[in-house]
């Protein structure tokens, strides 16, 4: 069960979509103690729930095989959930729900002003046709920092208006889910379907925005995260990987043909282009980091540095279509790797670090990466889950206890037809 969480890719001429963030127990802060002579009694004041977590927490390597709790994120599939700290963040049709993982209880529930685009219940409560028709139009949080500190960004589709068809983007704290802003986004030119939200990044104080209408990517946008207000928008344009102010995507030419284009995250702005041959597909597969995976009709594939366009790892390196490329959060090294054609990992500069070859000896690679933290990977062979270094390609843990579908410090989330289960890191 790949997870695809921190991107997604997008595949040219024809056009396809196909969607490519951390947790634990919750903690409490002391009550202020009584001082002075004589005695004075005082009222201890609340407990205040604390979610944020520690950011230099390490990777664990091994999770209960018991699930503390289930979140209510629906049937199976790959719910719109992001990690940070001790909470889970749901993105749905109305807004963001913020779950404690030590109690898998709800601690915030943020609505949009606005009337949603899609009047459905709460994910856990959706039928399995609502589920399929909101799948891809609702995007994955987003980790954002503003005023200095970290936040938490969801994008829902609502009607504005006059009947105009739009976005409100929803900013939250990440240490007890309380409301920063919401910003109402207009899109121009009264699309005629129904829009959905594709894409969703942000660095730099800047969030981008990748757009749908009936389910067809259409365009993107950018929000300045400190204000909060729209920089731009472009219709022409779908962002699909970014790196710090620098976003990767295709922009749309003419009717048949279209760029691989790189821009700035802040002004719009074109940085970099590269036309795509005639009668060729290419296809773009972003994992959250610097590096983005170009794919086109041959078996080999290409990295390329979302800055630059620069190509990074040009073909004949090893890298082949059916390789997934991972970045785990916070993590220093892309590893790239599938059953039939084993693993590498290298570095952001295109410098390799290590190599298994296909196959099921001891220094082989035999197995599926199924999530991913800072640098160690959570992979899945056929004698059960097992942890990688991805700096050095040594198997560290020879089980990890489930098999997971999202990682951080604190937990691992495991996708049922029940919900989202919650296994408590044990080390």
Not at 137 to 147: D, H, N, Q, T
Request: hydrophobic share 40%; proline share 7%; aromatic share 8%.
């Amino acid at each position: 069960m790949r997870n695809p969480v921190r991107g997604g890719a997008l595949a040219l001429a024809a056009v396809a979509l196909a969607a490519s963030c951390t947790s634990g127990p919750g903690g409490e802060r002391g009550n202020p103690a009584a001082s002075g002579s004589p005695p004075v009694t005082t009222t201890p004041t609340p407990s205040v729930l604390d979610l944020s977590g520690d950011p230099r927490a390490p990777a664990p390597l091994r999770f209960d095989g018991n699930a503390a709790h289930t979140l209510p994120t629906g049937r199976g599939g790959f719910p719109t959930l992001a990690l940070y700290g001790r909470a889970a963040w749901l993105s749905h049709a109305s807004g963001v729900t913020v779950y404690d993982l030590a109690t898998g209880r709800d601690v915030a529930d943020l609505a949009t002003q606005h009337p949603p685009v899609y009047d459905l219940p709460r994910p856990g409560d959706l039928s399995k046709k609502q589920l399929t028709m909101i799948r891809g139009r609702i995007a994955f949080p987003a980790l954002a920092e503003i005023g200095g500190e970290p936040a938490m960004l969801t994008v829902v589709p609502v009607k504005l208006a006059r009947r105009q068809a739009g976005f409100e983007m929803i900013a939250a704290r990440t240490d007890d889910g309380k409301l920063l802003w919401r910003l109402p986004v207009d899109i121009y030119g009264e699309p005629a379907g129904k829009l959905g939200s594709f894409h969703l990044s942000a660095a730099e104080g800047v969030a981008s925005v990748t757009w749908s209408e009936d389910g067809k990517v259409t365009g993107s946008f950018a929000v300045s995260l400190e204000e909060p207000r729209v920089l731009w928008q472009r219709r022409n344009f779908w962002a699909i990987g970014r790196s710090g102010d620098a976003l990767a995507g295709f922009r749309h030419e003419t009717d048949r043909d279209y760029a691989l284009t790189g821009i700035g995250a802040r002004d719009g702005r074109d940085l970099w282009v590269k036309a795509i041959p005639g009668g060729a597909t290419w296809e773009i597969r972003s994992n959250g980091g610097p590096l983005v995976q170009l794919v086109d009709d041959s078996a080999q594939a290409r990295l390329v540095d979302v800055a630059t366009g620069d190509v990074m790892l040009p073909k004949g390196n090893g890298l082949t279509k059916r390789m997934t490329c991972d970045h785990g959060d916070g993590g220093t090294v892309l590893l790239c790797a599938s059953r039939q054609d084993g693993a590498f990992a290298l570095d952001y500069a295109g410098k390799i670090l290590w190599r298994r070859s296909a196959g099921d000896g001891p220094e082989n690679w035999q197995a599926t990466v199924v999530a991913e933290f800072k640098d160690l990977f959570y992979v899945k062979g056929d004698d059960g889950p097992f942890v990688v270094d991805g700096r050095t390609g040594r198997t560290v843990s020879a089980g990890a206890g489930v098999v997971p579908d999202r990682v951080n410090a604190y937990a691992a989330l495991v996708y049922t037809d029940r919900g989202a289960e919650i296994h408590p890191a044990t080390s």
